[in-house]
């Protein structure tokens, strides 16, 4: 360098060579970000889920959080993953203290942050998971006592009338080698499980033969308690398991998640789980999209609480839940909206289960 170049400022090379990188770096495609794996996600999903249980007070309200100064976020949030921190952020949201709705001329859509469901769900699996476990022997029954009504339509096609609800009892092979029995207020006994008779043919022309059909293996639509009992208990397995089962089945047509809904909805009702497949059972119930919650609902024998709900093919079910201690209560269906069945919230259906226990054969009631 002689004596008439002029010499660069300091840090002028340093600053050409940050550019240089920044030229560069938009050049290059951005470096790929891992995703979380469907069973980590989950595993994920459910310790931010314990770990905010177990900082509640238990029940399905939540305390008030003090709010964070504006400009400053709570340090133990960035700590979460992306995928989690979804869940954490919708866990403080549920009131169920609101005023009632769901009357008849109304249907409450429900609120729509999933995490909602999924924190009454948790508590309704939490109070399942302390349950004491039932005693069912193999050679016994499983007695479910509930009150039962369904909506009916006069042969005019006019709306849909809801009659009083009435006693309904069913008792179910533990094992599920014997005929049940189902039993209703007004209508004759119905034996449960039976083997349809059929006829069959030797050769062209013989004197046909009768017979009978093979019982067919238990399933989650024809469950028995010996079956109900070994059904796994990691969700993620039993809800791939329910739609497996339920495939084809049902009237919810091409609606995977309402015959999944459906079929869990029922074993709750008319089975008796033990404790750690009934925590399991709802904890699939929270995997599956659309599931909301209604801040009030009534059962069919007038017991008030909260529920989570799911709509499909114009219907709302609604899974009802003691607000103080998160028990099945039972379950109602609703219009969602106007036809000619109804305007939107006519139920159309509705139950409450009332007793479960063992029974030593069809027809007798278990000791209170």
């Known amino acids: 360098m002689n004596a008439f170049t002029p010499r660069p400022p300091r840090g002028a ?18 470096p790929p970000v891992p995703e979380l794996t469907p069973e980590r996600n989950l595993v994920l999903r459910h310790a931010v889920l314990r770990s905010a249980l177990a900082a509640g007070d238990g029940g399905p309200a939540v305390r008030p959080r003090r709010k964070a100064p504006l400009g400053k976020v709570p340090l133990r949030l ?18 169920p203290g609101e005023a009632p709705t769901g009357s008849p001329g109304r249907v409450e859509a429900g609120r729509t942050a999933p995490s909602e469901a999924v924190r009454l769900l948790s508590h309704a699996a939490l109070a399942a998971a302390a349950a004491p476990a039932p005693k069912v022997r193999p050679g016994e029954y499983v007695y479910v006592k509930s009150l039962v009504a369904h909506a009916g339509r006069d042969a005019a096609g006019g709306p849909a009338v809801l009659p009083p609800a009435h006693a309904r009892e069913v008792w179910l092979s533990a094992d599920g080698g014997r005929p049940g029995l189902l039993r209703e207020a007004g209508a004759a006994d119905t034996p449960l499980g039976s083997p349809g008779p059929v006829y069959e043919l030797d050769r062209p022309g013989a004197e046909p033969r009768k017979s009978t059909l093979g019982a067919e293996p238990p ?6 308690h010996a079956y109900v009992a070994a059904l796994p208990t990691d969700p993620g397995v039993l809800l791939r398991l329910v739609r497996e089962q339920t495939r084809g089945s049902g009237g919810s047509g091409g609606d995977a998640d309402q015959r999944a809904f459906d079929a869990i909805g029922t074993l709750l009702a008319e089975t008796w789980a ?13 995997l599956i999209p659309g599931v909301t919650v209604l801040s ?11 529920a989570v709900a799911r709509t499909a093919r114009g219907e709302q079910t609604q899974w009802i839940f003691d607000r103080t201690t998160s028990a ?11 036809t000619s069945a109804g305007r939107a919230g006519t139920v159309l259906g509705v139950s409450a289960v009332l007793v479960k226990g063992a029974a030593a054969a069809p027809g007798e009631v278990p000791e209170a």
């Open 296 to 306: 009030s609902a009534t059962d069919a024998a007038g017991r008030e609480g909260v």
């Open 328 to 338: 099945f209560l039972g379950e109602r269906t609703v219009l969602a909206g106007s």
């Open 13 to 30: 090379d340093t600053d050409a060579d940050a550019l240089l990188r920044a030229e560069l770096a938009e050049l290059l495609p951005p």
């Open 274 to 286: 033990p404790p750690e497949v009934t925590a399991a059972l709802y904890r699939a119930a929270a």
């Open 78 to 95: 960035l700590a979460v993953p992306v995928a989690a921190c979804a869940v954490v952020a919708g866990l403080v949201v549920l009131a």
């Open 219 to 224: 399933s989650v639509t024809r469950p028995t």
